[in-house]
């Protein structure tokens, strides 16, 4: 039967805050505790002294170990057998938590259980063999009778493979971490290199050392490449590279390098099919620790885009600037041309038909009537001439004229249509879209000089921005296309960049006024629409107008032409008109119509005549443009005093006075410069004699 004290050791090493003394002491003299220690092998047992000195190893001590009992015994400590490291850092952590040294040493292994307190930590023995143990240690403090500190023992469990299958988890747990941030790392590479190409940029390297020149995959597509025919040397790169902008790339590299700076640069790549594209290249030095450079990094973007529009954006300032030019001499012209066949016309009606002088007076009329006609052009290049819209069917029109252009092309030129039977309406100006079909016909014939095949065609289309169009600038929405396409010579780029300037032609002197497609381009643009034009010599050209859809059902009219003869009367009006010559022209043509007309140069002069004779006229007719106040500003305060006074404008160029974005605004009546004697007749005739239109006109308060 086995002692108390002997029981306790054996099964209860673990935890035990205290042991019987007496026991013990018993137990150390007949050696029985030894050999209940040694009993217990699965677990290294160390009694010590009060001093820490080993009085008893057991067999478990020795096969974990590695040491005899006889090698340790009255000779070490058991700080002696431990990780010196781990002591310091328990030395450490127990001086911070009590606030006072303790020694690194085997104070540190016993100091909690020295004070009563139970001790199980974590310790790593060194065996003799010079290997690690973990192990967990429990300390318990013996004490005799007088609950003096005797000595102490340490219980060791060999803590490997708890190690080892923590450090298994946290390995497992460190790989699907790594794993984790390997697939968030190609996520973000896969979303890096999408956002990279989508962008149309790409990233370069080189390497200052081994002179080698690395490319990721979206710069290679930049340059039309596959990324395994990337260059890999500067040399090669360069050869990629427009002639015309190679040394200024390669002056940047080099001096990038000898400065150990950066650079920017646009630059035109050449691409393997042979076209170009516009790249914005940017680079840094990059250093080392040392601040040495060590490699040149860079980026290449695609920028032809960006390049396309800077230019569409100068050539609509240039044509802007040349259509304020335009616009402001045309006005001018069409006063002068409304004096010269006016009075043209009064001296041909002076002359019999046999005299002489009478066919110099009608080439006098065909000149100024053919100048007329280019006064038009000059208004409709820069969208200055006022438009009477209505609801238009385009393949209805294009039919309608079919007859006409057949003859105007001729025989050796085929004329096909292809027209869209369910068109929908635009708003447009019927006469104005007939000289836009006309001009773009008679540009396709004369590309085809020894015969070929004209297409025209109608569709309902909708653009949602990503036209294959590079000339196009559409906003998305709606539209009708009208095409026009040719089988001639085709044009250049060059041809193709200015062709909707006014006056320029590509055909030899005296065969054309380069007004034609310049006309085109500002009825369109007026009309609120857009046209591109695709060629290539030797290719044929195609143009394609594009018009803003429109509710409702085509309205086209017969246009009943204005009789020849004058329109009498023998009503009052007051004529307004800041051009001497011109108002002497029309103040003659209409007494001569049997007309009371009082005259003014501006409209201050009109007021004062219009107070002096209240209520005495019956309509005012009316220049737009006038220094001091407009011919709309006039008739609204003269309106104030006689509602029932109606108006005519009279003018050679358009305004937002009486039209919105060159439509006129609706009830306004107007007559554009040049006019003949029939046509102003006419036309106040018609506002006189119905009563509907009565105070015409805008009817707007400021």
């Known amino acids: 039967m086995r002692s108390r004290g002997e029981h306790l050791l054996q099964t209860e090493p673990v935890g035990a805050s205290s042991i019987d003394i007496q026991r013990a002491e018993a137990l150390l003299k007949t050696g029985a505790l030894q050999r209940a220690i040694v009993n217990s092998s699965n677990v290294s047992s160390i009694a ?40 310091i850092a328990r030395a450490a952590a127990l001086s911070a938590e009590i606030g006072a040294p303790i020694a690194p040493g085997f104070e540190a292994l016993i100091f909690k259980a020295s004070r009563g307190i139970e001790d199980t930590f974590e310790l790593t023995y060194i065996r003799k063999d010079g290997s690690r143990l973990p192990v967990v240690v429990s300390v318990t403090a013996l004490r005799d009778a007088q609950d003096a500190i005797i000595g102490y023992l340490l219980i060791g469990m060999d803590n490997t493979a708890r190690k080892q299958a923590a450090e298994m988890a946290s390995l497992i747990e460190r790989t699907r971490t790594l794993e984790r941030h390997a697939a968030t790392l190609r996520r973000s590479e896969d979303r890096t290199n999408y956002a990279l190409s989508w962008a149309r940029i790409g990233v370069w390297e080189l390497d200052l050392a081994t002179r080698r020149l690395t490319w990721s995959a979206t710069l290679a597509s930049v340059f039309g490449l596959k990324p395994e025919d990337a260059p890999d040397t500067t040399e090669a790169f360069l050869d990629l590279i427009h002639p015309n902008d190679r040394f200024v790339l390669e002056a940047s590299l080099v001096q990038a390098e000898r400065d150990s700076t950066g650079y920017e640069v646009e630059f035109r790549a050449l691409l393997p099919d042979g076209s170009t594209r516009w790249v914005a290249g940017r680079a840094r030095m990059v250093r ?36 304020q030019l335009a616009g402001g001499v045309a006005h001018d012209f069409n006063n002068l041309l409304t004096v010269v066949l006016g009075f043209s016309n009064f001296v041909l009606e002076t002359l019999g038909p046999h005299d002489p002088r009478c066919a110099d007076m009608e080439e006098v009329v065909k000149a100024a009537q053919r100048a007329t006609v280019l006064t038009k052009q000059l208004l409709a290049f820069s969208r200055k001439q006022i438009l009477q819209p209505t609801a238009v069917n385009v393949s209805t029109l294009v039919t309608g004229m079919r007859p006409m252009l057949g003859r105007l092309i001729g025989e050796h030129v085929e004329l096909v249509s292809n027209l869209a039977a369910d068109l929908s309406p635009v708003r447009a100006d019927p006469g104005q879209l007939e000289q836009v079909l006309m001009n773009l016909v008679v540009n396709a014939r004369d590309a085809m000089p020894t015969g070929g095949r004209l297409t025209i065609e109608t569709a309902n289309v909708d653009v949602d921005g990503s036209t294959d169009d590079p000339q196009l600038a559409v906003r998305p929405g709606s539209y009708v296309l009208l095409s026009v396409r040719d089988t001639g010579t085709g044009m250049n780029e060059e041809t193709r960049q200015r062709l909707f300037e006014p006056f320029f032609t590509t055909k030899e002197q005296g065969k054309g006024t380069g007004l034609g497609l310049a006309t085109v381009y500002g009825i369109v643009k007026q009309s609120g629409g857009h046209v591109s034009v695709s060629s290539e010599p030797g290719s044929g050209t195609t143009f394609k107008v594009y018009l803003p859809r429109t509710e409702g059902r085509s309205e086209i009219e017969a246009v009943v032409a204005i009789a020849p003869s004058i329109a009498a009367g023998t009503e009052t009006l007051l004529l307004v008109e800041d051009e001497a010559a011109v108002r002497l022209l029309t103040r003659t043509i209409l007494e001569r119509a049997g007309y009371r007309v009082f005259e003014a140069a501006s409209a201050q002069q009109a007021e004062d005549l219009f107070a002096e004779h209240a209520g005495a006229f019956t309509l005012l007719v009316t220049d737009v443009i006038m220094p001091g106040a407009s011919g709309p500003a006039l008739f609204k305060r003269l309106e104030g005093q006689y509602p029932g006074l109606k108006v005519l404008y009279v003018s050679g160029y358009a305004n937002d006075m009486i039209a919105t974005q060159g439509q006129l605004k609706p009830g306004v009546e107007f007559l554009p410069k040049p006019f003949t004697a029939q046509a102003l007749t006419q036309r106040i005739r018609k506002i006189l004699d119905h009563p509907q239109v009565a105070g015409s006109g805008p009817r707007t308060r400021s």
């Open 48 to 87: 010590t002294d009060a001093d820490g000195v080993i009085q008893i190893f057991n067999v478990g001590a020795e096969q974990m170990l590695g040491y005899t009992a006889a090698e340790v015994t009255s000779r070490l400590t058991p700080a002696d057998l431990s990780d010196p490291e781990e002591i």
């Open 288 to 323: 080392d620790a040392d601040n040495q450079p060590v490699r040149l990094l860079g980026v290449g973007t695609d920028i032809s885009e960006r390049k396309s529009l800077e230019a569409q954006f100068r050539q609509a300032q240039k044509m802007e600037a040349v259509g």
